[in-house]
């Protein structure tokens, strides 16, 4: 789960890290009332989940309630690159001497962690890694044995980051090294980290991803939950807990197992359609799940053919065609079903199928998944 | 021979008195396994359907000699199940549990890799293991698997997804094509075993002569792949991978499927393998189809 920037602030303050006073709005008025609160000058950031939000004018200073009033009507509702600006964080503005750059990822490859630290922030660090590559440090942290001052230090040194901000930026790498590891982040990104002329090192950007599989050990995501922003078709998957993932096309799909499910994006792409979701109902895939997902797919008035994918594993074929009749004799589907079933009694599934007498503009069954995807496009139309 | 697992292999099942454990753990016996303790802490005594269970792992071990682990628990309490079978010294252990989160997984290994160097875990979140007609370890169903012949050739697979493992599976046996060990290695972040340790045990398998190979987008895994087939391997092989339309940014049900900063996409997996010189099938069946030929020509 991807979180807002000022959840992500929110999220640093747990770990201690220090971040500017301010709080969200969701209106002109109640920007007002945090600027009021941070007190002025304060910068009025749109939160979207998306980069380049200052070149589209989702950044503003402001230094009075007039200009507050302004630059918050302008943001809220703004429309960047088809995120549409729904709250603002209102913060007090930071004197800015220096500016940096600090992650924490996974390094897959590694299997280690890894630290990027570099002395120019506040710019995309993928152009940085680009034009020079030499001015990104990078640190794998064992997990294990963790990451230590004195490791933070030299990385700090490395990175050539000025030594007025060196002990503040170890120690600050060490809070993120802990929010990333104990918060169970994906990712935890500060850019930029910022120096005032004071000396002290803030960060002034949160860039947070939560890991879903940790949910269970932490209550406080709850609230992240609530502002995640999902399509109706995601939010109604979600419920029936479902792994589904909108996508733009007409054939609808189902499939059990991640990899299957992929795998029939691809070939429904490869003979000229386009999916119009990914839709794993895993290794059950029985009358109820199998209800469940077709009541998804249903709520998506651009769905003009499903096609469902089943291999039968331990998950036999007769259990699973007998699932399908009795969903299609409770469900008014809006568009016919291509089904493809292989594997464990494949030949017993479809011969119930064929039995239950369905009409053809109703159900179509194929042995193969190529013969299976050319039918649902066939429904559907090409791309 | 087949790699990891054979007919002479030991295995307990963690939570072999859950609903998980007890249904794969049987299915598993059924299919020949030898599956000879169970482990639940505070069950000891009991059975399930003639399987002794023992309070830990170290007591099973000691009073059945297993040397290889099911586990079959939870996502909280795997990780420490995973630890608690290293330090009994099991040497394999096969842990299906979906939903371990990335940062118990790394420290799993990390741990794993500096404290027990001899025991080599596959998953989280994988299938498991079968070595068709001598050993099945996870949730395969074993019939769709073909026996491997004597004199072969036989294939062996790996794979990062379950159900297209079966799809692989069951295709060969439809072409009577023997299979020697098939490995699924799951789809998280951070698996217990790669595509290299994979190969690199097929390569030296006599009973293997060549390697069907499943992957998806996301991570580097089928890239630093492709580098070893390079240098190391000789045997013929196939692949797919899928996701070839995933959109960037969105996980595709596994955590480690994603396709982000222009890293991980299919297009780029596929493009080193075939430079490795692996024939590379645009769908699970075109993979398949593939492997016919190679085997057809051997």
Same mark, same amino acid.
């Given at each position: 789960?991807?979180?807002?920037?000022?959840?992500?602030?929110?999220?640093?303050?747990?770990?201690?890290?220090?971040?500017?006073?301010?709080?969200?709005?969701?209106?002109?008025?109640?920007?007002?009332?945090?600027?009021?609160?941070?007190?002025?000058?304060?910068?009025?950031?749109?939160?979207?989940?998306?980069?380049?939000?200052?070149?589209?004018?989702?950044?503003? #200073?402001?230094? $009075?309630?007039?200009?507050?009033? /302004?630059? %918050? *009507?302008?943001? +809220?509702?703004? =429309?960047?690159?088809?995120?549409?600006?729904?709250?603002?964080?209102?913060?007090?503005?930071?004197?800015?001497?220096?500016?940096?750059?600090?992650?924490?990822?996974?390094?897959?490859?590694?299997?280690?962690?890894?630290?990027?630290?570099?002395?120019?922030?506040?710019?995309?660090?993928?152009?940085?890694?680009?034009?020079?590559?030499?001015?990104?440090?990078?640190?794998?942290?064992?997990?294990?044995?963790?990451?230590?001052?004195?490791?933070?230090?030299?990385?700090?040194?490395?990175?050539?980051?000025?030594?007025?901000?060196?002990?503040?930026?170890?120690?600050?790498?060490?809070?993120?090294?802990?929010?990333?590891?104990?918060?169970?982040?994906?990712?935890?990104?500060?850019?930029?980290?910022? #120096?005032?002329? $004071?000396?002290?090192?803030?960060? /002034?950007? %949160? *860039?947070?991803? +939560?890991?879903? =599989?940790?949910?269970?050990?932490?209550?406080?995501?709850?609230?992240?939950?609530?502002?995640?922003?999902?399509?109706?078709?995601?939010?109604?998957?979600?419920?029936?807990?479902?792994?589904?993932?909108?996508?733009?096309?007409?054939?609808?799909?189902?499939?059990?197992?991640?990899?299957?499910?992929?795998?029939?994006?691809?070939?429904?792409?490869?003979?000229?359609?386009?999916?119009?979701?990914?839709?794993?109902?895993?290794?059950?895939?029985?009358?109820?799940?199998?209800?469940?997902?077709?009541?998804?797919?249903?709520?998506?008035?651009?769905?003009?053919?499903?096609?469902?994918?089943?291999?039968?594993?331990?998950?036999?074929?007769?259990?699973?065609?007998?699932?399908?009749?009795?969903?299609?004799?409770?469900?008014?589907?809006?568009?016919?079903?291509?089904?493809?079933?292989?594997?464990?009694?494949?030949?017993?599934?479809?011969?119930?199928?064929?039995?239950?007498?369905?009409?053809?503009?109703?159900?179509?069954?194929?042995?193969?998944?190529?013969?299976?995807?050319?039918?649902?496009?066939?429904?559907?139309?090409?791309? | 021979?087949?790699?990891?697992?054979?007919?002479?292999?030991?295995?307990?099942?963690?939570?072999?008195?859950?609903?998980?454990?007890?249904?794969?753990?049987?299915?598993?016996?059924?299919?020949?396994?030898?599956?000879?303790?169970?482990?639940?802490?505070?069950?000891?005594?009991?059975?399930?359907?003639?399987?002794?269970?023992?309070?830990?792992?170290?007591?099973?071990?000691?009073?059945?000699?297993?040397?290889?682990?099911?586990?079959?628990?939870?996502?909280?309490?795997?990780?420490?199940?995973?630890?608690?079978?290293?330090?009994?010294?099991?040497?394999?252990?096969?842990?299906?549990?979906?939903?371990?989160?990335?940062?118990?997984?790394?420290?799993?290994?990390?741990?794993?890799?500096?404290?027990?160097?001899?025991?080599?875990?596959?998953?989280?979140?994988?299938?498991?293991?079968?070595?068709?007609?001598?050993?099945?370890?996870?949730?395969?169903?074993?019939?769709?698997?073909?026996?491997?012949?004597?004199?072969?050739?036989?294939?062996?697979?790996?794979?990062?997804?379950?159900?297209?493992?079966?799809?692989?599976?069951?295709?060969?046996?439809?072409?009577?094509?023997?299979?020697?060990?098939?490995?699924?290695?799951?789809?998280?972040?951070?698996?217990?075993?790669?595509?290299?340790?994979?190969?690199?045990?097929?390569?030296?398998?006599?009973?293997?002569?060549?390697?069907?190979?499943?992957?998806?987008?996301?991570?580097?895994?089928?890239?630093?792949?492709?580098?070893?087939?390079?240098?190391?391997?000789?045997?013929?092989?196939?692949?797919?991978?899928?996701?070839?339309?995933?959109?960037?940014?969105?996980?595709?049900?596994?955590?480690?499927?994603?396709?982000?900063?222009?890293?991980?996409?299919?297009?780029?997996?596929?493009?080193?393998?075939?430079?490795?010189?692996?024939?590379?099938?645009?769908?699970?069946?075109?993979?398949?189809?593939?492997?016919?030929?190679?085997?057809?020509?051997?």
């Amino acid at each position: 789960m991807d979180l807002f920037e000022y959840q992500g602030k929110q999220y640093f303050a747990r770990y201690d890290i220090a971040v500017s006073a301010g709080g969200v709005a969701l209106t002109v008025d109640e920007a007002v009332a945090q600027a009021e609160l941070a007190k002025y000058p304060v910068v009025i950031k749109a939160q979207v989940q998306v980069g380049g939000r200052g070149k589209a004018g989702g950044i503003k #200073l402001a230094n $009075n309630a007039d200009e507050v009033r /302004l630059h %918050a *009507k302008n943001i +809220l509702g703004m =429309n960047i690159k088809n995120h549409i600006v729904k709250r603002v964080w209102v913060e007090h503005a930071s004197d800015i001497a220096e500016e940096y750059y600090a992650s924490f990822t996974l390094d897959r490859s590694a299997k280690r962690h890894l630290l990027m630290l570099s002395a120019q922030g506040g710019v995309e660090i993928e152009h940085v890694a680009v034009v020079d590559p030499t001015a990104i440090v990078k640190l794998h942290v064992n997990p294990v044995e963790g990451l230590t001052l004195d490791a933070a230090k030299r990385a700090v040194v490395d990175a050539r980051i000025s030594e007025k901000a060196q002990d503040g930026v170890a120690a600050m790498l060490v809070k993120l090294y802990e929010c990333f590891t104990k918060g169970d982040c994906d990712l935890a990104e500060i850019n930029p980290l910022i #120096l005032k002329p $004071n000396g002290e090192v803030h960060a /002034l950007d %949160a *860039k947070v991803t +939560l890991d879903d =599989n940790a949910a269970f050990r932490h209550p406080e995501w709850d609230e992240y939950r609530a502002t995640e922003e999902l399509d109706e078709r995601e939010s109604l998957a979600r419920e029936k807990n479902l792994q589904y993932i909108g996508l733009d096309g007409s054939v609808g799909i189902i499939a059990n197992g991640a990899g299957l499910a992929m795998s029939t994006l691809d070939v429904v792409n490869q003979v000229g359609g386009k999916a119009a979701n990914f839709l794993d109902i895993g290794g059950g895939a029985n009358a109820e799940l199998m209800t469940a997902a077709l009541e998804v797919i249903n709520s998506d008035a651009k769905v003009k053919s499903i096609f469902i994918n089943i291999f039968g594993g331990i998950t036999r074929g007769d259990e699973v065609a007998k699932g399908i009749v009795e969903v299609i004799k409770r469900v008014k589907l809006r568009a016919p079903i291509v089904i493809r079933l292989d594997g464990t009694n494949a030949t017993e599934g479809r011969a119930i199928i064929a039995a239950a007498g369905i009409a053809e503009s109703q159900l179509i069954s194929r042995s193969t998944m190529l013969e299976a995807a050319r039918s649902a496009v066939e429904i559907a139309g090409k791309k | 021979m087949a790699i990891f697992v054979n007919e002479k292999t030991k295995v307990l099942v963690q939570g072999l008195t859950g609903g998980q454990g007890r249904f794969h753990g049987l299915r598993n016996r059924d299919y020949g396994t030898q599956v000879v303790a169970g482990v639940t802490p505070g069950k000891a005594g009991q059975d399930v359907e003639g399987i002794k269970i023992y309070d830990t792992v170290e007591s099973a071990v000691a009073a059945t000699g297993a040397t290889a682990s099911f586990i079959a628990v939870p996502p909280k309490a795997a990780p420490e199940a995973i630890l608690e079978a290293a330090r009994a010294g099991i040497g394999f252990v096969v842990c299906i549990t979906e939903g371990v989160p990335a940062q118990d997984e790394a420290r799993v290994f990390a741990t794993l890799q500096r404290d027990f160097p001899k025991t080599r875990l596959l998953g989280p979140n994988c299938p498991g293991i079968i070595s068709p007609g001598k050993c099945n370890i996870g949730i395969t169903a074993g019939e769709i698997a073909a026996l491997p012949t004597a004199k072969g050739p036989n294939v062996g697979i790996v794979s990062r997804s379950g159900t297209l493992t079966y799809q692989a599976l069951y295709e060969l046996k439809q072409r009577n094509i023997g299979v020697s060990t098939c490995v699924g290695i799951g789809g998280d972040p951070v698996p217990g075993t790669s595509f290299v340790d994979c190969l690199a045990e097929f390569q030296s398998d006599p009973e293997t002569h060549a390697i069907i190979m499943i992957g998806e987008i996301g991570g580097a895994a089928e890239e630093e792949a492709a580098e070893f087939i390079m240098t190391h391997v000789t045997k013929p092989m196939s692949a797919y991978i899928a996701g070839v339309t995933a959109p960037a940014g969105k996980k595709m049900g596994h955590a480690g499927a994603i396709v982000s900063g222009g890293k991980g996409t299919a297009q780029g997996k596929m493009d080193a393998l075939n430079s490795a010189g692996v024939k590379v099938g645009l769908n699970p069946t075109e993979a398949c189809e593939l492997m016919a030929q190679i085997i057809a020509s051997m």
